[in-house]
Nanobody, 119 residues
Framework: QVQLVESGGGSVQTGGSLRLSCAASGYTSGTYAMGWFRQAPGKEREEVADTGTAGCRIVFADSVKGRFTISQDDAKNTLYLQMNSLEPEDTAMYYC????????????WGQGTQVTVSS
């Protein structure tokens, strides 16, 4: 059974940093194409980053390029999203998702972790 558990969210001021984690279980690292997503109140869920797992390309949304980076620990089957220079517009629930193939629909979602950036 695939499980994704996000953590690391919190409240920071503008310009602050947070590192989110997505701990995955139930499958071997590299099996799924993993992505980071976020959903702000009243808005649709958007993809923040394609992590480049399972042979996919690393892609960042324009809104976070140069501020967010990704990394992974294959031994722990854990993905990370390092978020720097945070802005109030980054306030959202952040999720990791697992796709069966690059660009495909997300098959598994985590429960999310809240990020709040105050000005």
């Amino acid at each position: 059974q695939v499980q994704l558990v996000e953590s690391g969210g919190g409240s920071v001021q503008t310009g602050g940093s947070l590192r989110l984690s997505c701990a995955a279980s139930g499958y071997t690292s590299g099996t799924y194409a993993m992505g980071w997503f976020r959903q702000a109140p009243g808005k649709e869920r958007e993809e923040v980053a394609d992590t480049g797992t399972a042979g996919c390309r690393i892609v960042f949304a324009d809104s976070v390029k140069g501020r967010f980076t990704i990394s992974q620990d294959d031994a722990k089957n854990t993905l990370y999203l390092q978020m720097n220079s945070l802005e109030p517009e980054d306030t959202a629930m952040y999720y990791c998702g697992a796709r069966a193939y690059c660009g495909g629909p997300v098959r598994y979602w985590g429960q999310g972790t809240q990020v709040t950036v105050s000005s």
